[in-house]
């Protein structure tokens, strides 16, 4: 008899994993999608700046993005439906850039690791960043670290819309309702209560809640060290743009910049960072005028004369225990499945991360990708699985 599933979160990672389910032959309709808000107006979704990247510090993220990547080019033909559009993608890349010892030895190291897992990071000096992109002032940069192919932007949107699209015409249920307890009866997963009363029963339930993972988790009887942190994001013209298109640059400040379409877009962490409410979307906008702008004037004289035309907070799901994936069954609650605590990297890591987690339920282990190390485990060991390379 095939699992009951419920999976508590219908945004990119609950509709990934469902999508995925009924792809390897899981019954649909014993899979139940919980989704609090099914305009999805208020989730890390939602305010993602969707790009993915090659750069990382771990291999297994590495091999994660390399999928990832290859999936979006291929959209259509993994979807197999005529309606569906492809997944735009612009690979401009990520560029690192390097001030200091630590920085310069990180990505080296970094560097040798991207390599060998297949990706094509390439190490710069200051002269050869500046003969191609010649709008920077480096001064005191030491070295850079771009990423010559596969990183950029892509149409995330269009790759949940149809996950979810899918998902729900092949019988998967997506209900509207806030799960407020989870059945632990016997010391097993058993199903939730939703705030109408209503209960439903399953197999396996599946924290799929983003920011609101750890609040799930509790109901659980679990702790998982994942908090809501706020991102700032603001989206500009020049009036100088740019001959070329701007490489998504994390500066030694902190900030990050790149193209975004005709207009650019920034993005920066807040020196104050603490958890958050969920909820809470309220800014401190003077970061833009103290930090961000004078950041990006000193590293690209051209945007001195800029004009912000949009602007947002978003949240990163971050785990604060080693900021990479929770991902797999924790065991100290048969049935209770996690696939949270991204930190930033869950749109572009979607793909791999909903195959690897339907791969565990249908097949009962991981078969492509094997994604053990991500485990909510290794918190209970005190054994962290880091990836350093947090944007």
Known sequence: MAKRIIIIGGAIMGSSLAWWLTEMGHPPGDITVVERDPSYAACGTAFTNSCIRQQFGNPLNVAISRFGVEYLKAFQAHMADDRVPPVHFHPFGYLYLAADDAMVDRLTQAHAIQIAAGAATRLMTPEQMAAEWPFYDLDGVRLGSHGARDEGYFDGTTMFDWWRRIARERGVTYLDGTVTAIDTTGGQARGVTLACGTCLGADIVVDAAGTRGAQVARMAGLDLPVEPRKRYTWIFEAKHPLPTDLPLTIDPSGIHVRTDGTFYMAGATPAHD??????????????????????????????????????????????????????????????????????????????????????????????????????????????????????
């Open 274 to 391: 603490p958890a958050v409410d969920p909820e809470d979307f309220a800014g401190d906008w003077a970061i833009w005028e103290d930090t961000v702008w004078p950041a990006l004037a000193a590293r690209i004289p051209a945007f001195e004369q800029i004009r912000v035309t949009r602007s947002w907070v978003g949240h990163y799901d971050l785990n604060v225990f080693d900021a990479n994936a929770i991902v797999g069954p924790h065991p100290d609650l048969p049935g209770f499945l996690i696939l949270n605590g991204f930190s930033g990297h869950g749109l572009q890591q979607s793909p791999a991360m909903g195959r690897g987690l339907a791969e565990w339920i249908t097949h009962g282990t991981y078969r492509t990708l094997d994604l053990a190390p991500f485990g909510p485990d290794r918190i209970l060991r005190g054994e962290p699985f880091p990836e350093l390379a947090v944007i």
